[in-house]
């Protein structure tokens, strides 16, 4: 009867209506449940009367224990239940009503309170209104990757705020821990906490590697710690630890060095600056780094390309991208005159190292043997014209001036000369 493609029946209609229908029953159940297990969660925290302030872990535990196996799902599962309950009931009914109204679903409302959590109330209150219009109408992966890129912005913002105020509470102390051991905790600036991991470190490792050493490396940290704090030197002084520095690998933007705050920063879509394996710094911070003798690794990047322009004072040979980015801006040699094809140029600090030169864009440029030869025995006079994009300008012995420019300019970044607030 159906031999012809044309006999087909017509779908039935209304059928995605009624997997809708069902959909939205899933969502208006899923609210009520929420709802009950809040209330299951308060009257635990209810019976526990006066302990549950100082066993306040032990009744969740229970409950959790209760709820698991009651609705024969795991432990796990069950908390993330009553966590989630916990915000949507406390912290955004409106969106417990959006799911009882079935305008979100029930994962949706998941990823809203794991996300908006991570914010100080203030900012989740901003953020909560937009956030849930985009559940209201994103699918689940759109919205996921929309919020998570709200709340970093929003997060950058006040990074530096946030900064300050937690830097107030900075402080050492010690916990003891019976066995005659203890602790000692130093809350401060995560960049300086791995600066001081760093350098204990590498202190550590070099006398790991002594011969007759038979501490572990936890133990020759933990050893060189207490003596350099105590005593302000390392145990018997092996010649090969002195002058260890840390290295903390700072990346700033160059475009987000130009730039008043945090704010202007992320309002320029500019990455903010980070520490390497620690995650973003508030741009006054980078600043001051960029700006002051510290023992960092300054790593200035282009804004469009994150190609490396500067490593400042911490390493003389440039590295390899910034020698290419010097070459390919030049394309020959600098020198007055010269054709020398840049592939086959050295490249020179204009300001020699020696006299505090940086590895840096700005400070750098590809010379033929002939012409470094003359720039640093024939008498020459050679620096790089301030803001050019690469200009370079020679003065002869008998004080002439010729300006080479490079074939292709490079927008100029560089830190603030002014001397770090500090
Ligand atoms: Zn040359």
Known sequence: ????????PPPVPGALEFVLETDTMVAVFAAERL??????????????????????????????????????????????????AEALVHRYPAALTALGGARITQKHATILADGLDELEPDLRDDLFPRALALAEVEPVGAFRRELRRMIDEARVVTLAERHEAALVQRRVLVESVGDGMAWTHHFGPEVEAHAVLGRVT?????????????????????????????????????AATRGIRATVVVTVPALALLLDDDAAVAAAGSDPARVEGIGPIPIGRARELCGGDASWMRVLTHPETGIVL?????????????????????????????????????VDHTIAWEHGGTTALQNLAPLCRGHHKVKHHGGWKVQQVPDSGGAVQWTSPLGRQYVVTPERRVPVFRPTDDPPPF
Do not use: N
């Not at 009867?1 to 087909?8: C, S, Y």
């Not at 709820?67 to 069950?78: D, Y």
């Not at 040979?317 to 592939?343: E, I, N």
């Open 202 to 238: 590498a202190i550590a490792k070099t006398i790991l590697a002594q011969p007759g050493e038979t501490r572990t490396l936890d133990q020759i940290r933990a050893d060189v710690f207490s003596d350099l704090l105590i005593e302000g030197t390392v145990t018997d002084h092996p």
């Open 1 to 8: 009867m159906f031999e012809d493609e044309f006999d087909f």
């Open 310 to 346: 500067s490593v400042g004072r911490d390493q003389y040979p440039p590295p390899a991208p910034l020698r290419r980015l010097v070459k390919w801006r030049a394309d020959r040699c600098m020198g007055p005159g010269c054709g020398m094809p840049a592939s086959r140029c050295e």
């Open 35 to 84: 709802q009950r297990i809040d209330a299951l969660r308060e009257e635990f925290v209810a019976d526990a009367g006066t302990s549950r302030y100082r066993f306040g872990d032990v009744v969740l535990r229970g409950l959790r224990l209760e709820l698991a196996a009651a609705m024969r799902i795991s432990e796990g599962e069950a908390g993330q239940l009553i966590a989630l």
